[in-house]
């Protein structure tokens, strides 16, 4: 697909997600964490993990089919394919080697800050990836929007993202990236029509040192124009989201919201921008759903989680401005 297209995605309505690295978050709700002290949680609640399925376990909040594409392993690997088959997700899972992670989410009701503890690794063989490709090229013929979010374990090319953007280009799907680093610049040269990360993947896949909002809105700015990006959507926590588009810069302030699990905030504006300009929204109408449906996804206390009547609560509260 051109960068410049139009997303409109309205005959195709099947949502696929791409992780590579799946995991199970096993939330703990406390108060503060005290290093060094007795800390009880007020609850625990064991979800999915993984940016690409998160992203489809948003979608589904908001009424929306997806097919989760992924790699998993072990007893973790058929646990979490039995939740995502309970939110009403597609699993198509190449079974691996290892162990599907467990990530131990630490989430701090007083400060609004969310730790992850991550153990468990998955080992991908050559034969893994020749399957994957094989299911996402079928995929592909039913796809209205592709997802590839998350990290590359370190067993599989690092190029992989690359690969799959240009197979959905092949045909027309329109493919939204949230990732860091090398998975993210090995895909520059043939680049998606929507780069997300939240500020710190910002920074250090860019080697940015940015502070500020202003700071932030001019080095995007600089790298959309160097990679020709046709949209740049960075996630800013309570600081909302900066966007920015060839000649356009926009920021999106979200009203607070008394978060209960912030983990997975990011997945859902992913999911937002997705399903919103699939049904051909303006990109300012579109940023306005994400900024509303990442808030109401803090509202919840599963990751990624989203009640589609708390988005459209926030929703008319959001504003979007234009800035450059």
């Not at 983990?263 to 990109?283: H, Q, V």
């Amino acid at each position: 697909m051109h960068p410049g297209a139009v997303i409109n995605s309205q005959s195709l309505s099947m949502f696929l997600t791409v992780t590579l690295n799946t995991g199970i978050d096993r939330v703990l709700l406390i108060d503060e964490l005290i290093l060094g002290g007795p800390v009880e949680a007020r609850k625990e609640v064991i979800c999915v993990g993984g940016k690409g399925l998160d992203v489809s376990v948003a979608l589904s909040g908001l009424g929306l089919p997806s097919v989760g594409l992924s790699f998993m392993s072990g007893k973790n690997g058929a646990l979490l394919e039995e939740i995502i088959r309970a939110y009403g997700i597609t699993p198509d899972t190449v079974w691996v080697e290892g162990e599907t992670r467990v990530s131990f989410v630490i989430a701090e009701a007083k400060h609004r800050r969310v730790s992850h503890i991550k153990v468990g690794e998955l080992i991908v063989r050559p034969e893994h990836v020749l399957t994957l490709l094989e299911r996402y090229t079928e995929r592909l013929k039913a796809t209205g929007f592709v997802i590839l979010a998350g990290s590359i374990p370190s067993c599989v090319p690092a190029d992989l993202y690359l690969e799959l953007t240009r197979l959905a280009h092949a045909v027309g799907a329109p493919v939204l990236i949230d990732s860091r680093g090398a998975a993210v610049v090995n895909t520059l040269s043939s680049p998606p029509e929507i780069l997300k990360q939240n500020w710190d993947e910002f920074n250090s896949t860019f080697g940015c040192d940015t502070t500020t909002l202003e700071e932030l809105q001019a080095a995007a700015s600089q790298v959309q124009v160097k990679y020709s990006l046709n949209a740049l959507v960075i996630t800013c926590g309570v600081a909302g989201i900066v966007a920015v588009r060839p000649g356009t810069s926009y920021r999106v302030i979200v009203p607070p919201q008394a978060a209960i699990n912030a983990a997975g905030a990011g997945d859902a504006a992913s999911a937002g921008l997705a399903w919103r300009l699939s049904e051909g929204d303006s990109w300012e109408v579109a940023l306005k759903w994400c900024g509303a449906i990442s808030a109401a996804a803090v509202l919840t206390e599963a990751t990624g989680e989203v009640k589609k009547g708390e988005a459209e609560r926030i929703y008319p509260l959001v504003e979007v401005l234009a800035t450059g």
